[in-house]
């Protein structure tokens, strides 16, 4: 829907349900631009200034901030009120010396998490798909719609292909450079990022992959006990421990 500026608008009413909105914001709400990541599964910058941080009190002055260059993603300038914040994402406040990151949450969906500045230099990205690309090279396809060439010395030697779907990369940002990759195999720690169990974390126990109709699963030990999931939830988070910080768990 839009409003007579020409502006992306949605009324208040249809917007996803992890979206936090105080009834007080009005009628509309700024629909997120198209971007890396899923419209229906993100959070507008300009929600997250006025909204979740609590900022400022309404949509001009978050336009205005978000205009003059205050806030960046993943290391880089943002001026896009729209723009589409999500999934491990890193949201960077400087002259606030503020930190987030963006993680999935069993009562919001999404959540912005306040880490460290030492932690706001990487991030977790997954790998969706991965192609072949000239000259034998490999170029990987990350979930939050980024592209990394992966240079091979030689194609003929599988040794060199180290890099498959679901593994994660640990990645410096805004560089772009590959620090470690967390193998998407048993016992390493994982978050599930969707379905009625988002939000938790747990060491991977097994993993059944079908071909056909029915639906590849994982099993995540959490709190005692076994959580499946359908394979294509689950984000490999670490080996032993977390390379993220994550909210502490209420007891």
Do not use: W
């Amino acid at each position: 829907m839009t409003r007579h500026s020409g502006q992306k608008v949605l009324k208040r009413l249809n917007t996803p349900a992890h979206l936090q909105i105080k009834r007080k914001h009005g009628k509309f709400f700024v629909n997120p631009s198209p971007g890396p990541h899923p419209s229906r599964f993100c959070l507008p910058l300009l929600h997250i200034v006025r909204d979740l941080l609590n900022i400022v009190d309404n949509h001009r002055e978050a336009k205005k901030l978000i205009g003059l260059g205050y806030f960046k993603v993943d290391g880089k300038i943002i001026r896009n009120k729209a723009f589409p914040v999500g999934l491990m994402d890193v949201l960077s406040i400087e002259k606030m010396s503020k930190h987030y990151r963006i993680l999935p949450d069993s009562h919001y969906g999404l959540i912005l998490h306040e880490i460290s500045e030492q932690e706001s230099a990487f991030k977790l990205c997954r790998i969706n798909r991965k192609t072949s690309v000239k000259g034998g090279n490999i170029q990987l396809n990350l979930h939050d719609g980024r592209n990394i060439l992966v240079k091979v010395q030689d194609p003929r030697n599988p040794k060199e292909d180290i890099y498959n779907r679901m593994d994660v990369l640990k990645i410096s940002i805004p560089e772009q450079e590959i620090n470690k990759i967390l193998k998407f195999k048993e016992n390493n720690l994982a978050i599930i990022m969707s379905g009625k169990n988002i939000g938790q974390v747990g060491k991977i126990i097994n993993i059944l992959k079908r071909f056909g109709p029915k639906a590849s699963t994982v099993s995540i030990q959490h709190n005692g006990g076994h959580t499946e999931t359908l394979y294509d939830y689950t984000f490999i988070i670490g080996e032993d421990n977390s390379e993220i910080d994550l909210p502490k768990v209420e007891s």
